[in-house]
């Protein structure tokens, strides 16, 4: 499996930023997309951002113009820069990997999500 580990949340002012970090482990050779999710208390959990193996990135109209996401392998680790954050940014965040392998002649797909980590954007 590939164990995802989320820092970098906390509380900052409305018009601060974030960087959040998940770092990635084991068999990332299967890592075929990952992406940043996040989820308010009794709410559904909301994809904002992700990226592909290849390097294709997309992003959900919550995160355009001041979320940017990306990814190095060099160091394992998925990157989420945050700008200009406001109150409504309130919530926890997740580390996702969509992992893809070729097994008994035909591709098998799993899934794996961080532990979360709690961004409070308040004054």
């Known amino acids: 499996q590939v164990p995802l580990v989320e820092s970098g949340g906390g509380l900052v002012q409305p018009g601060g930023s974030l960087n959040l970090t998940c770092t990635f482990s084991?068999?990332?050779?299967?890592?075929?997309?990952m992406a940043w999710y996040r989820q308010v208390p009794g709410k559904e959990r909301n994809r904002l951002a992700g990226?592909?193996?290849?390097?294709?990135?997309d992003y959900t109209e919550p995160s355009k113009g001041r979320f940017t996401i990306s990814r190095s392998y060099a160091e394992n680790t998925l990157y989420f820069w945050m700008k200009s954050l406001k109150p409504g940014d309130t919530a926890v965040y997740y580390c996702?990997?969509?992992?893809?392998?070729?097994?008994?002649?035909?591709?098998?797909?799993?899934?794996?999500w961080g532990q979360g980590t709690l961004v409070t954007v308040s004054s």
């Open positions: 990226i592909t193996h290849g390097g294709t990135i």
């Open positions: 996702y990997a969509e992992l893809k392998e070729f097994s008994h002649g035909d591709w098998k797909y799993d899934e794996v």
């Open positions: 084991g068999s990332i050779d299967k890592i075929n997309y």
